[in-house]
């Protein structure tokens, strides 16, 4: 009857008339004594209630991995096939079960784990993958099959199945604890009737299970593919509709890493929009024993979020190229050279601080920073202070003063293997960098010992910076064993 009259009126409302008997209509709640006035209050259309801001209880952001995971929310993790997303996934587990720290997080308050992963073996990849990780295995509840009944009651095994089985994934949350619920990869578990190339219906899909990770304060993270396309604009690049990523709070991508041989990677917080966007983090694949698969963190990236994520584009190419002009520059000269000397002779045009940012990261690995503003190449041997190895002693450093005219004199320098004695030439080279980026009140007056005037003199070798100063003096102590014979400077 109701469906009917839903085809010929305008709006049709369905009211429980109370104390009907069982197939009784309104004639019969009329007898029943029912009134004319009872009827119509029942009917009486009911007054919608709406929100106010003020209304509205703040509360802060509960990161579970602080500026990445947050409790309440969805984020989304995009990358390629080979990268190890599901590698970092057992990192993240194990670091949430057992309360061990991430990156940027001292510590995880524990709790339990919900993975929902149809696409890999339990017993051999999933399980020895968490083991691997350091997981605690009875914090992980496994959600990839459901029991059901069948027409005749019998009980069946069925594959877990979003939306219509977003109750289900509530009861998992109760039951293990959960603080985070994994779905690998997002559209093996969504219904198949689902397009999941448009945007509304994979927006309906993911908005009851979203609720339910926000009714119970639990971190909602999905993962899918990176397209094929060369989009600049990597929030275009997750796989399938653009719903996934712009429903995800957070969007962190995974990528392979410039500066590894090894096949590591960098997770790249390119979406937030909880917080400012968190470091890019390197990381790199070790195995157990019985070759399972982990990954250790190793670092923030040097990189861009642009230049990571558009490693293949030919605007990136294009950077890599100039980069290695770069280093071919600086080996064609003994002598290290200034930023401006290095514009000179590249091919392509640069601004002083592009190309001071192109030295920077390769400042370790290529190139080496010998004075402010001055660069060679790593393993020049007028500058490379890593053959400075067995010096024993130093008896005397002659006429140390402020006047730089006054300090040729370093003498009696004594090795146990002489052909390190080149070591003398490359401290008589260096002074004078020395001098021009330390002004006369760094220099020291009166007396002093050696090891301290050469602590001064190999500080430039690396870095101006002050933060280099205490790691310079502890590498110098442990190459030069000048302590046990501390001979005094004096002027």
């Given amino acids: 009857m109701t469906q009917a009259l839903h085809d010929i009126a305008k709006d049709v409302r369905t009211v429980e008339l109370p104390g009907l008997p069982d197939k009784g209509d309104v004639s019969d709640w009329f007898?029943?004594?029912?009134?004319?006035?009872?009827?119509?209050?029942?009917?009486?259309?009911?007054?919608?209630?709406?929100?106010?801001?003020?209304?509205?209880?703040?509360?802060?952001?509960?990161?579970?991995?602080?500026?990445?995971?947050?409790?309440?929310?969805?984020?989304?993790?995009?990358?390629?096939?080979?990268?190890?997303?599901?590698?970092?996934?057992?990192?993240?587990?194990?670091?949430?079960?057992t309360g061990r720290g991430l990156p940027d997080n001292n510590e995880m308050k524990q709790g339990g784990v919900i993975l929902m992963s149809p696409e890999d073996s339990m017993s051999m990849t999933v399980v020895p993958r968490l083991r691997a990780a350091g997981a605690n295995l009875k914090k992980v509840l496994l959600l990839n099959e459901v029991e059901d009944f069948d027409s005749d009651g019998q009980p069946y095994m069925r594959p877990v199945s979003f939306p219509e089985d977003a109750h289900i994934l509530a009861e998992a949350i109760k039951d293990v604890g959960a603080t985070l619920a994994i779905i690998d990869p997002v559209l093996s578990m969504l219904n198949g009737k689902i397009d999941a190339h448009k945007d509304h219906a994979v927006r309906q899909a993911l908005t009851q299970v979203t609720r339910v990770a926000d009714q119970h304060k639990c971190a909602l993270l999905g993962v899918v593919h990176l397209n094929k396309g060369q989009n600049a604009n990597a929030l275009y690049?997750?796989?399938?509709?653009?719903?996934?990523?712009?429903?995800?709070?957070?969007?962190?991508?995974?990528?392979?890493?410039?500066?590894?041989?090894?096949?590591?990677?960098?997770?790249?917080?390119?979406?937030?929009?909880?917080?400012?966007?968190?470091?890019?983090?390197?990381?790199?694949?070790?195995?157990?024993?019985d070759e399972i698969g982990y990954i250790t963190w190793e670092g923030e990236s040097p990189y861009s979020d642009s230049e990571l994520l558009n490693q293949n584009t030919p605007t990136n190419n294009k950077r890599s190229e100039q980069a290695d002009d770069l280093v071919a520059i600086l080996k064609q000269h003994s002598e290290a050279m200034t930023l401006e000397e290095i514009r000179a002779q590249l091919r392509t045009e640069q601004t002083p601080d592009a190309l001071k940012m192109m030295l920077s990261r390769k400042v370790g690995s290529e190139v080496m920073r010998v004075a402010r503003g001055r660069y060679t190449y790593v393993g020049n041997p007028l500058y490379d202070v890593t053959v400075v190895t067995n010096v024993t002693s130093v008896t005397s450093v002659n006429s140390v003063t402020n006047d730089e005219s006054n300090i040729s004199n370093i003498t009696n320098i004594t090795f146990e293997d002489e052909r390190l004695a080149e070591v003398e030439p490359i401290l008589r080279q260096q002074k004078s960098l020395f001098w021009a980026n330390h002004g006369d009140n760094d220099m020291p007056t009166g007396t002093i010992n050696a090891d301290e005037y050469l602590r001064r003199l190999l500080i430039c070798l690396d870095s101006d910076d002050g933060s280099q100063i205490k790691a310079a003096k502890d590498d110098i102590e442990r190459r030069l064993n000048i302590g046990r014979s501390r001979q005094e400077v004096r002027e």
């Avoid at 599901?86 to 587990?93: D, E, F, L, M, V």
């Avoid at 590591?264 to 400012?276: D, E």
Wanted: hydrophobic share 40%; aromatic share 8%.
């Fill in 31 to 97: 007898e029943g004594k029912g009134t004319q006035e009872e009827l119509e209050t029942l009917c009486a259309p009911r007054k919608r209630t709406f929100t106010y801001a003020s209304e509205v209880k703040e509360e802060p952001v509960d990161w579970l991995w602080k500026r990445r995971i947050a409790r309440g929310c969805f984020t989304l993790l995009v990358g390629d096939p080979g990268l190890g997303k599901s590698t970092i996934i057992a990192n993240i587990i194990a670091a949430n079960t």
């Fill in 237 to 289: 690049r997750s796989s399938s509709s653009i719903a996934f990523i712009a429903m995800a709070r957070v969007g962190l991508f995974v990528v392979p890493d410039p500066d590894s041989d090894e096949g590591g990677g960098v997770l790249v917080n390119h979406k937030n929009n909880l917080a400012p966007t968190a470091l890019s983090l390197r990381y790199s694949f070790k195995q157990t024993d």
